[in-house]
Nanobody
Framework: QVKVVQSGGGLVQPGGSLRLSCAVS????????MGWYRQAPGKQREMVAV???????HYKDPVKGRFTISRDNAKNTVYLQMNSLEPEDTAVYYC?????????????WGQGTQVTVSS
């Protein structure tokens, strides 16, 4: 059984910062990739940032230079540091973990957390 639990988020003014955390727990698995996705009202869920097991990072263009994804391997935890937040960043943010059990991979999602950027 794999659990993905998010924390962080909330209301912040434009230009402010927030940090999201996501911890993966369970047994007998390895994590291939972790990432953050977001879904704004009326829009499809989109990738924000991903971090592969090899350490490569990929960001959605509008967040490059403002958001940073990082990981604590010992804790199976991934973070998303969000700086210079804009109203357009308002969305529900979801953590994703691609977990391997032997040769099979599965997607696991966190519960989602609201990020609202507003004055």
């Amino acid at each position: 059984q794999v659990k993905v639990v998010q924390s962080g988020g909330g209301l912040v003014q434009p230009g402010g910062s927030l940090r999201l955390s996501c911890a993966v727990s369970g047994s007998s698995f390895s994590i291939s990739q972790m990432g953050w996705y977001r879904q704004a009202p009326g829009k499809q869920r989109e990738m924000v940032a991903v971090l592969t097991s090899g350490g490569s990072t990929h960001y959605k263009d509008p967040v490059k230079g403002r958001f940073t994804i990082s990981r604590d391997n010992a804790k199976n935890t991934v973070y998303l540091q969000m700086n210079s937040l804009e109203p357009e960043d308002t969305a529900v943010y979801y953590c994703n973990a691609v977990v391997s059990f032997g040769y099979e991979e599965y997607d696991y999602w966190g519960q989602g957390t609201q990020v609202t950027v507003s004055s």
